[in-house]
């Protein structure tokens, strides 16, 4: 090939990089990727004076693809259940009432297939991209209308939340994310994922219209206000993180101290709580923990386990003869999961449903008299796109233990950012007794002003920790690589070894671990770069 032809070459190949790029940034610009289909259901003619408005006037709205609207296919994240399925004969109940409510809804939006993922990554539909990380996924299953709201699309939308799907997109893309007590919310007219879990959710920017929205969902009369009397933090929750506390524990604890006063502020262990409220969760425990003393951490994941048993089991009930007899086109995370529900059987399931009833009654009694539930939303910011399927799924992992405590108990939740680490969003929850969702999004809305607040002085802060201190956080922070070792969690292990080298990069030890736990991965190009280092220091000592 001739140099000239060489050149041309290189120019198209450069000119379509370029068009390319200018695509993908107007695709972006417009709607992120998060509407699969633009639609439009507008409110009734206001009422005439001296009646008052409708409370949803002027608002926007967006719907996740499971929401039956009349005449329309609900599509379920998949092409093939759109092929195979016939228009809705009438719309959700959930849809009409804040439609009814004033608000106008412009699309449905792209969720993961079948809704079962915490990932918003879409085989078929692409994966919408999260505007608050956009090198990083934004979390699924209702992805779409996550982004629809952080993108200022719209100004909430409609999800639903079985294993965390409103939870999760919340925190990842930095918005609030509401799951509501199950069953109090109607699920008639939304395709079923696992009724034990199923709830429909709602996202927003603002804690006002969050409030507005949900309590029109909730078609519950009007209260006043109370305060909440008890703010518990469950420590042993926020040490599954791989957050430091000043951004999220400090934060929560200063700003009740503000509104609230010390002396509502409560801390718990919230594993060994449901180690000994729950006894059930025993059949799902791992042993040699318990036989460890780590019966807290046990309980927790023991509590996850259940969950996802029971969830595997009703996903089966639900769609097993559709699969069986369309055999869809999934994507790989999908048909995974997908395959292992289907394998599952009735063998356990009586136990997942006592440790579910006997979590509930847990629960709600910790919860009792206006208490409030402090937890991280997840163990970490939102994992990058295109991750390795291994270290999602250690991710995963980590954050059922969190995700589960309100799956299994029935009980609301509110996912609420709180800054940014890593140029990620951050996000812990508050949580209420089951039937506590009027007054937990009442306090969301009273309490975010001053988390906010406090967000802002604890990103603005510089650190002062001595020498002596950072040399002290670098051992607990290489210990819990330790320990996360022990547990095969490469991944996790890594970034804790990674923050100790950041506290303290003349320590071998350091580097030595981490080079093991790369080794595990098959990172070896990384591991030997980390031997070379503790060899380095070996020989300055």
Not at 369 to 389: Q, R, S, Y
Not at 398 to 419: D, E, Y
Not at 501 to 529: D, H, P, V
Request: charged letters at 20%; one cysteine or more; hydrophobic letters at 40%.
């Amino acid at each position: 090939m001739s140099a000239a032809n060489l050149w041309v070459l290189l120019g198209l190949g450069l000119a379509g990089i370029f068009l390319a790029s200018r695509r993908r940034k107007k695709g972006i610009k417009e709607d992120f990727g998060a509407f699969i289909e633009r639609i439009q259901l507008l409110p009734p003619p206001q009422p005439s004076p001296p009646k008052a408005p409708h409370p949803l006037t002027g608002l926007t709205f967006a719907i996740k693809e499971l929401f039956d609207i009349e005449g329309y296919v609900t599509g379920f994240g998949n092409p093939d259940w759109r092929r195979t399925h016939e228009p809705a004969v009438r719309t959700a109940p959930v849809v009409t009432f804040v439609v009814q409510g004033g608000a106008t809804c412009v699309g449905r939006t792209v969720m993961d297939e079948m809704a079962y993922s915490l990932y918003g990554e879409n085989k078929h539909y692409g994966t919408p991209t999260n505007p608050a990380a956009p090198s990083r996924i934004p979390g699924g299953s209702s992805s779409g209308s996550a982004v629809a709201v952080a993108a200022e699309l719209v100004d909430f939308a409609l999800g639903t939340d079985t294993g965390a799907s409103v939870r999760v997109p919340a925190a990842f893309c930095g918005i609030l994310g509401f799951r509501p007590s199950h069953g109090v919310v109607s699920t008639i007219g939304v395709v079923p994922m696992a009724q034990s879990f199923d709830t429909v959710g709602l996202f927003a920017r603002d804690p006002n219209i969050l409030r507005h929205v949900g309590h029109i969902l909730l078609q519950l009369p009007f209260m006043e206000y109370r305060q909440p009397r008890r703010i518990i933090i469950a420590d042993d929750c926020f040490q599954v993180t791989d957050i430091p506390n000043d951004r999220t524990v400090n934060v929560v604890t200063r700003s009740t101290e503000k509104f609230l006063g010390r002396q509502v502020l409560n801390h718990i262990s919230l594993g060994k709580y449901l180690a000994t409220k729950v006894p059930s969760l025993k059949y799902f425990q791992n042993e040699e923990e318990s036989r460890n003393g780590e019966g807290g951490v046990s309980a927790l994941k023991a509590l996850s386990s259940a969950l996802i048993l029971l969830q595997r089991y009703e996903f089966k009930m639900n769609h097993e003869e559709w699969i069986n007899s369309v055999k869809p086109d999934f994507g790989p995370g999908i048909s995974t999961r997908v395959r292992a529900a289907l394998e599952t059987n009735n063998e356990n399931i009586g136990h997942c449903l006592k440790a579910r009833d006997e979590t509930r009654e847990a629960i709600n009694g910790l919860l009792k008299d206006d208490a409030i539930l402090i937890i991280p939303t997840t163990p970490g910011p939102a994992p990058k796109l295109n991750m390795k399927e291994n270290l999602l799924d250690d991710f995963g992992v980590r954050a059922f233990t969190l995700l589960s405590i309100s799956g299994m108990s029935g009980c609301c939740q509110v996912s609420i950012p709180v800054g940014q680490h890593d140029k990620c969003p951050l996000a812990v929850s508050m949580m209420a007794r089951h039937g506590g969702d009027r007054f937990l999004l009442d306090t969301v809305r009273a309490m975010y002003p001053t988390l906010q607040e406090e967000v802002k002085i604890a990103s603005s802060t510089q650190p002062t920790t001595t020498i002596n201190g950072k040399m002290e956080a670098a051992d607990i922070a290489k210990e819990k690589g330790n320990a996360a070792y022990k547990d095969k969690q490469w991944q996790r292990a890594i970034n804790f070894y990674s923050e100790a080298i950041k506290l303290n990069g003349k320590n071998a030890t350091y580097y030595s671990n981490r080079a093991a736990a790369y080794l595990e991965l098959g990172s070896f190009a990384q591991a030997e770069e980390d031997c070379s280092v503790a060899i380095g220091l070996d020989k300055k000592d």
